[in-house]
């Protein structure tokens, strides 16, 4: 009898490459897939496969190879491309019974094992019988009426137990009017891939324009391996019943990288990005390919202090910091050098300094932007510049309205001019009555004082606000 060994020491298992058993009846098999189409979106990918099938009899059962372990079965759809009519499935069962080291040891528990242990020079060995306890940890054996956490060697088991397969599958039971080969179209949903944009933005050495390249980052992780595909990618919110959690895949690896500039199109109420040329997905791997770039496109740094506080409360009069943010701005749109649909994603900016050498500046999170969109980034808290704020004044008109006044005072300690934007939050019902710097009320909750320092200049704003509730 053909026996199954299992390394306990660094946990491999071996003698799985195809089918370990198949039910006495008329089977026929599809694994090669003809072409494929693999959609991407943000929680659940569309695969579409065509695939020849080889019908012998008038019923029987097809077995469908090379498909994800995270195929979601009950959205599988067939069409008959080619091969005549009067072919139909009448029943359909995922088997994902795989065959793995754990999955074998749980079915031998509380049964009899070998162990063999060869010596340094591998020249001569001991075989011992064994009682599997446990086949966690090293494994937990009983010997001879001694019980052992973990033994050395190599774990022999007798025979694989029925219906463990070596890779996912679907089983199909069919009647067909006509027999040979039919040509069809097998679709279906799966989790188990994903795709994340992921942004470089280089600022040249004036700080006006940039250059802008966006990566699209593909993980396959679904336990199949999609072999020249047609990859699109969707960016958008789709709404998705959760399905329940597969298995997690332990390794990840890194594929090359792909070269090409990809314009977007609408599907529904979301952009797809279609890859224009073949693209293989390995199982458990990642690739990038490029979506897009742009050169020269226009930019304006900005300093930015955004202030939220509690405006029902009486505080301490003492400065209190507020971070100085340097910001990113510009606007989704051709004058701009941009005006392409941008999927979210993480940025990472660069600035070229006088020297001509590129440092890294900082990162932010750009969310979905469509076309004539601002795009405001944030690169990090500005050492030369900072923001100080207090109290200087409360006072309890009647039970639920109140009158405080405050100070902001900025510094810039750069030895150039710069603009800095204020912004507070201020919530409830309320009134300025009083300020000595003219504002913007940009919402419903919030101010925008501007700022503008000479280099080595300080300025303060003060004002009251009346609130209540």
Not at 206 to 211: A, I, R
Not at 267 to 278: G, L, N, Q, S, W
Not at 416 to 444: F, L, M, P, Q, R
Not at 447 to 461: M, N, R
Request: proline share 3%; net charge negative.
């Amino acid at each position: 009898m053909k026996k199954i060994l299992v390394l306990v020491c660094v946990i491999l298992l071996c003698g799985c490459n195809s089918p370990l058993s198949i039910a006495e009846k008329d089977v026929s098999f599809s694994a090669d897939k003809l072409s494929q189409k693999v959609v991407i979106y943000n929680n659940v990918t569309f695969i579409e496969d065509s695939r020849i099938i080889a019908i012998e009899t008038d019923s029987g059962e097809i077995i469908i190879k090379r498909i994800p372990a995270t195929i979601i079965p009950d959205s599988v759809y067939v069409e008959l491309e080619e091969g005549g009519d009067g072919f139909s499935i009448i029943s359909q069962e995922f088997d994902s019974k795989i065959v793995s080291k754990d999955a074998l040891l749980k079915e031998y528990l509380g049964k009899q094992v070998s162990i063999i242990n060869f010596n340094e020079y591998q020249d001569r060995k001991e075989v011992v019988e064994a009682e599997l306890l446990s086949g966690e940890n090293g494994g937990i054996y009983r010997i001879n009426d001694e019980v052992y956490l973990g033994y050395p060697g190599y774990v022999i088991l007798s025979s694989v137990p029925e219906g463990y397969i070596s890779e996912p599958q679907l089983k199909w039971d069919y009647l067909s009017k006509s027999l040979g080969e039919k040509k069809i179209k097998l679709s279906y949903l799966s989790t188990g891939l994903s795709w994340s944009a992921a942004y470089v933005m280089k600022i040249d050495t004036s700080g006006k324009t940039m250059d802008l390249a966006c990566w699209a980052n593909i993980s396959n992780n679904s336990g199949a391996t999609f072999n020249d595909a047609d990859v699109r990618l969707v960016a958008g919110e789709l709404n998705t019943i959760p399905q329940p959690k597969a298995a997690a895949f332990l390794r990840s690896s890194m594929a090359g990288a792909e070269a090409g500039s990809l314009p977007s199109e609408e599907v529904f109420e979301y952009h797809m990005y279609t890859i224009p040329h073949k693209v293989t997905l390995g199982d458990r791997s990642v690739k990038q390919v490029m979506l897009m770039e742009a050169g020269s496109v226009s930019v304006d740094k900005r300093y930015v202090v955004k202030i939220v506080r509690n405006y029902y409360q009486r505080y301490d009069d003492v400065y209190t910091d507020v971070p100085v943010k340097a910001v990113i701005k510009t606007e989704n749109s051709k004058d701009m050098g941009l005006g392409e649909a941008l999927p979210s994603g993480k940025v990472r900016l660069y600035e070229r300094n006088e020297n001509g050498e590129v440092f890294f500046i900082g990162e932010d999170t750009l969310r979905d932007t469509p076309l004539d969109e601002e795009i405001e980034l944030e690169a990090g808290n500005v050492f030369d510049v900072i923001c100080k704020t207090r109290q200087i004044d409360f006072s309890q008109i009647s039970k639920n309205l109140k009158e405080l006044s405050w100070e902001i005072k900025a510094i810039n300690h750069k030895n150039e001019s710069v603009s800095v934007d204020v912004i507070e939050t201020i919530t409830g019902n309320w009134e300025i009555i009083s300020n000595d710097h003219d504002y913007e009320k940009i919402s419903a909750t919030k101010i925008k004082f501007k700022l503008d320092l000479k280099a080595g200049e300080e300025k303060v704003i003060t004002y009251t606000v009346r609130v209540g509730i």
